[in-house]
């Protein structure tokens, strides 16, 4: 018997998340950098107009996002079988 | 700039803070959600990118939308006068020649601030959720559907609002009328306007 060490074991790299969680990853940050230009402009220069988009489409989108993100979340948790 | 720090000065002083919190807060939030957007597709569907997002998306945003919201809700609560449909009725409260109730009220500072928001909007929390309800509804008029020609009150003007101040005031009690065994369950009902007898608040025609 020879002290050669033995190969190390091959290992599989890690799974790529599905796309459809990237989708919506990618949707979540999209609707949030909107809510999020909402909300900004709404600080940077108040005006009834803009602090009700901000209202509507602003915190509408921002919660959007929220959904998305959680969603993706729970796909990817069933996924691995957690839940 | 504001010297004072924040819990100095008066509330304008607290909102601009508030607003700046949330400005910052808001740029942190999108430089997060640019970073996770400009690498590459696999990478946001990722442990490190939810977690990246937990901060950016959750958190971050979460405040600055509460900042927004404090800092609206204070705003609004003067932004009758910014929308020149209202500018004759505003005129006629700054008028110091004017003798209406509405006057009276500015020009003895009887309200201090945001006159047109303490009168006309409810006590507790539903009142001020019915007020920011109307208030999108007027934003809408001036902006989408256009302003009708003839402006009403929406509804009968709610006389606790008269009352919170008035009621139960020396003064108020020494009129025989608000104190008659008939008419006091009638005022206080709503039933009978403080305006049945008391001159309109606003001149009767557009001024």
Known sequence: MSDVPAPPAPTTPPAAPPAGSARLITAACALGLLGIGFSLAHFIRPSPLLFALFMIVGQGSFGLALLFYVIAIFTDLRRKKVL | ?207
């Open chain 2, 1 to 207: 700039m504001s010297h004072e720090g924040l819990f100095s000065g008066g509330t304008e002083n607290v909102m601009r803070w508030v607003s700046g919190a949330g400005i910052v807060l808001g740029l942190a939030a999108a430089g997060i959600l640019i970073v996770v957007l400009a690498r590459k597709p696999e990478w946001r569907g990722s442990a490190p990118a939810k977690w990246a997002l937990l901060v950016g998306l959750l958190v971050l945003p979460g405040m600055t939308m509460l900042s927004g919201n404090v800092v609206g809700f204070h705003k609004v609560k003067n932004s009758c006068t910014q929308c020149h449909t209202m500018d004759p009725w505003v005129q006629d409260m700054k008028d110091p020649k004017s003798t209406t109730l509405v006057s009276k009220h500015y020009q003895n500072r009887w309200i201090p601030d945001d006159q047109c928001y303490t009168c006309h909007t409810g006590y507790g929390l539903a009142g001020n959720i019915q007020a920011k309800i109307g208030g999108l509804g007027h934003v809408t008029h001036e902006y989408l559907t256009g302003v009708p020609d003839v402006i009403k009150i929406h509804r009968p003007f709610n006389v606790d609002t008269c009352l919170h101040c008035h009621g139960e005031s020396v003064k108020y009690l020494k009129i025989d009328q608000h104190v008659d065994a008939e008419m006091k369950p009638k005022i206080l009902s709503g039933e009978l306007s403080c305006f049945e007898c008391h001159a309109s608040p606003h001149p009767r025609k557009k001024p």
